[in-house]
Structure formats: C-alpha cells, structure tokens
C-alpha cells in the first residue's frame, strides 16, 4: 500500500473504528439494561391500564389489581396460645406460642400469599397483555433500518491507485391498518459513499414512497378488519368475569377450609369428653366388680370402649393436625408456621336465614351471574363469525395505489425532487379456486353458533340447579342443626342417668356406652351442621351473584336482597 495513502488513512480508520467499537458498546448496555426494564414497565403500564378500564365494566372486580408478589401479611400483631389443650395429648404442647389466626386475617394471608390465587391473576393478566398486541396491529407501526459499509478498492497490479470509501444506507417506514381494512405504508430512503482518500466526492440519493392495498372483497369492511380486535377485547371482559367467579369461589373455599379445621378441633375436644367419661365409668365398675357388686363383663365391656374411644381420640388428633397443615398450604403459608385458627370463630356462628323465596332467588341469579352475561356474549360472537367467515370464501380482489418521490442528483445532502414524482395504480385479483379449507371453517362456524346456543340453555338451567342445589343444603343443614341440639338434650339426659346409675352401681355398660356415644355423635353432629348450614349460605350468595368480595378477601355480610 501506498504510505501516504496509508497516513492520511490512518486517523480515518481509527476515527471509525472507536465509533463503531462505542456505538457498539453502548447498544449492548442499552439492549440489557434500561432497554429491558423499559419494555418490562411499558407492559404492565399499558396491561394495568386495559385491566382498569374494563374493570368499571365488571361488579366487584379489584380495584387496586397487580400481579406484585410477596404481599405478606404481619403475624405478628396477633394473640398467641397461652395454655395447654389437654385434648390433643403431648401435641397440645407444641401449640404454645403459636399465632392465633382470625378468619378475616386468614382470607387476606390467602388472597396475598395463595399460589393458587397468585395463578389466577397471572391468567388475567396474561389476556390484558395479549389484548396489547391486537391493539398494536391498528396504531402506526414504525421500522427503521440502517446498513455502513468500509471498501478498498486498488486498481494496478503495484496497487499506484489505491481508493477507501465508506458507504451507508438507512430507511424509516411507518405502516398503518385501517379500520376498513386498508394498509397504508411509508417509508423514506437514503443512502450515501464517501471517499477518504483520494477525489473527495460523496454521492447521495434518497427516496420517499407510500403505497395503500384496500381489500375490496376478502377482507374488506369494518366488521372483518375488526373482527380480531373485537374478540380480543371481550376475551379480557370474560377474563375479568372468570376472575370475579373465581374470588368468591376462593372466598368461600377458604372459609369452607377454616371451618372445616375448626370442626375437626372441636371432634378432638368431643373425643377426648368421650373417653375421659368412659375413664371414669371404667374406674368405678372396676370398684363395683372388686365388691362383688357389678358382673366381671361389665367391666371388660367398658374397659373395651374406653379403648375405643383412645383410638377415636388419636385419629381425630391425626386428622386435625393433617387438616390444619393442608389449610397453610391453601394459605400459601409453609407447613411449619407456628400458628393455630380461632376457635371462637366456631362459637360465634348462628343461623342466618335468607330473606327471600326460592323463586326469588333464582330471579336475582339469573339477572345477576356473571358467567351467564358471559354466555350470551360468546352466542354473539358465534353469530358474528359466521360473517367473517363467509367473507373468506369470497375473491381476494386488493386496490393498490403506489406513490415514489426521488431526490435531486448531487454530491450534497440528499434533497427530494417532488417534481420527479411517479404514480402507479392497479388491482390485484386471485380468483377463489381453492378454499376448502375457508369451507370447512365457514360450515364449522354454524355447529359453533348452535352450539353456544345450547351452552346458553345450559348455563340458565346450571345456575337454576345451583340455586335449588344451595337451597336444599341450607334446609338440610337447618334440620340437621335443630335435630342434633334435640338430640345433645336427650343424651345429656340420658348421660346424667346413667351416671347416677352407675354411682349406685345399677347401671348397665350397654346403656352407659350407648348414652355417652349417642352425645358425641349428636355433638359432632351439632357442629358439622351449623358449619355446613354457614358454607351454604355463603355458597347461596355466591351462586346468587350477589356475594361481594373486599381488596383484603373478606365478605361483605348481606341482609336483603331484592328480586330483580
């Protein structure tokens, strides 16, 4: 190479090559870092904000909605266990200390803390999130482009000639789709070579040219360009709907879960009076039988229940311990949090009944369920695709319309000549001999239509049975409650007998047995009922449409509601 060529090239090259090596550089850190956390916010701004449009649009829907995790709730503010429950044996001690956790205080851990709960908003925030895209097809969609180049050139075989030039290229372009099915696009060109050496010219060029394709058969009109948006939008509707279903569904199987705990402490509790009765009845047939007084076989009929009822008791101790574990998990807790539920909890319920009729409670259901404005939604919009689908069988048949401006010719910067300005016009037309499988779609879409149609008739009979279903559990929990007080009444009776009978020494073990085992059933019994007629009415509210759901998962008690 020619040394003088060489350093007049020299602080060239070197000029370039720290520009392109810091262009470089400062893409890399702008692609991983504020590029990224950019995306990231723009994402859940935009999702944020569709999820708190169509919220209005939704009753009891979330006001303050995020996918944020950890939302943990402080325990440490809550009453501790200070005594020991003999009922649950040597495990009644490791409950000292524990946290007593409250019913409000468990729906807000669950509704911060529930991975189960935590999936659900994830889902709908999900379908907000793709909603962004369908939007995006209809705003002005920009692209930019940009190509540099280096070239030597040498002419001669000793390289006498020897030319460095640097040439770069670039276009911008905006693209945009109409609501009536047209695209309209635009992009502007330019390109440039600049020598370093040698003759010091630079050519330039540029170029503008915008080109609209409107459908004017397949494809065209408002109702098809927009179909995908449509559907888009009401598929973040129904998501919003589901997910208001799915917080009372939620609401109420925690509350179900907690009570459910709860009962099975209180099977502890009418276990251990069980077997502490029939301690005592042993002990004292074992002092009749060394007198002579009671039969040997009375005593071994005892002694056999009071085993029967250590077993009970163990097993019941088993199936509190494993209920209470599986309700952490419901929670989101982990399984070796040191906490208890709330037994008063258990003592504060009554029964509440409904004011109102059966026939008016499925009035107000099907005016208020939420699933069922869904499935008449999605009948609508089996009806609009038959339409869109019958216009695909149609030609493809596209007017396209073309413009281009050039620049002036010249070394300088590049310039547009609008008077060398070149128009073009024309259609494009492919004729419909293939469409079968546009048929197959457009015939599919009446078994889609006919079949919402039925899913709709479905969904009105589902939710009358689910009305009927939550009205016969409340009367058989109701009959089941006031059966089982009667029935503690007579027990007691009965048990008080024969506990002076024994004290006598006249009492039978068969009488005894049956007494003492007749109570804890009928107190089992008592407790089961009143918590079932509770979950039921909370599942009426729910099936009803009209159970409201607080930001910290609580429930809103309801006194009256009004046939519609």
């Known amino acids: 190479m020619d040394p003088l060529n060489q350093e007049v090239l020299a602080p060239h090259w070197t000029a370039w090559t720290k520009l392109i090596i810091g262009l470089g550089l400062l893409s890399c850190l702008l692609a991983t870092g504020c590029t990224a956390k950019h995306y990231r916010e723009s994402a859940d701004k935009q999702t944020y904000g569709i999820i708190a449009a169509k919220s209005r649009l939704v009753p009891d829907m979330e006001s303050h909605f995020t996918i944020q995790t950890n939302l943990l709730v402080p325990l440490t503010n809550l009453a501790v266990v200070t005594n020991i429950d003999e009922a649950l044996g040597k495990e009644g001690a490791e409950e000292l200390g524990a946290r007593i956790i409250p019913l409000a205080t468990a729906l807000e851990i669950a509704v911060k803390n529930s991975r189960t709960y935590q999936n659900r908003k994830e889902m709908l925030y999900l379908e907000a999130l793709s909603l962004t895209l369908a939007r995006h097809r ?21 390289e006498l000639t020897t030319e460095h030039s640097i040439s770069g290229s670039g276009e911008t372009g905006v693209s945009i789709l109409t609501r009536s099915g047209a695209r309209i696009a635009a992009a502007i060109a330019a390109d440039f070579r600049r020598f370093l050496v040698g003759d010091p010219r630079m050519a330039t060029g540029s170029a ?39 917080r009372r569904d939620f609401v109420v199987q925690i509350t179900s879960g907690y009570y459910g705990v709860l009962r099975n402490r209180d099977s502890v509790n009418n ?42 008791m163990n097993n019941a101790i088993r199936n509190y311990r494993q209920s209470i574990d599986q309700f952490k998990i419901l929670l989101g807790l982990p399984t070796d949090a040191h906490v208890v539920l709330d037994s008063r909890e258990l003592a504060n319920l009554k029964l509440v009944y409904p004011n109102l009729s059966l026939e008016d409670a499925v009035r107000v259901a099907l005016a208020t369920r939420l699933d069922l404005y869904t499935a008449r939604d999605q009948f609508e919009d089996a009806h609009r695709k038959i339409y869109v689908d019958a216009n695909s069988l149609k030609p493809d048949l596209d007017l396209i319309l073309q413009a281009n401006v050039a620049s002036k010719p010249g070394s300088g910067l590049p310039e547009l000549d609008f008077n060398r300005t070149s128009w073009s016009g024309g259609v494009d037309l492919n004729l419909p001999f293939d469409r079968l499988a546009e048929r197959n779609e457009y015939r599919a879409s009446f078994i889609t239509y006919e079949r919402a149609q039925r899913a709709l008739e479905l969904a009105v009979d589902n939710i009358k049975l689910d009305v009927y279903d939550d009205w016969r559990n409340l009367e058989q929990a109701k009959r089941n409650y006031e059966s089982s007080e009667l029935g503690i009444k007579l027990s007691q009776s009965r048990v008080a007998e024969q506990t002076l009978l024994a004290e006598l020494g006249r009492a039978t073990a068969k009488d005894q047995v049956d007494a003492q085992n007749d109570l804890t059933t009928s107190m089992n019994a008592r407790t089961s009922a009143i918590v079932n007629y509770t979950i039921a009415r909370l599942e009426l509210w729910r099936d009803l449409g009209v159970l409201t759901i607080r930001e910290n998962g609580q429930w809103e008690e309801i006194t009256n509601v009004t046939a519609q």
């Open 208 to 246: 503008l040219s915008a080109t609209l394709t409107q459908p004017l058969l397949r494809g065209a009109g408002y109702r098809v360009t927009m179909e995908s948006l449509t559907q888009a939008e009401r598929n973040v509707l129904y998501a919003l709907r589901d997910f208001v279903q799915f």
């Open 271 to 312: 276990e251990w009076a069980r077997y502490l009765s029939f301690r005592k009845s042993t002990e004292l047939t074992r002092a009749f039988v060394r007198e002579g007084r009671t039969k040997q076989s009375e005593l071994g009929r005892l002694e056999q229940e009071q085993i029967s009822a250590d077993i009970g």
């Open 138 to 158: 209809f705003a002005p969609i920009f692209t930019g482009s940009a190509q540099a180049d280096y070239q030597r050139t040498v002419e001669g075989i000793d």
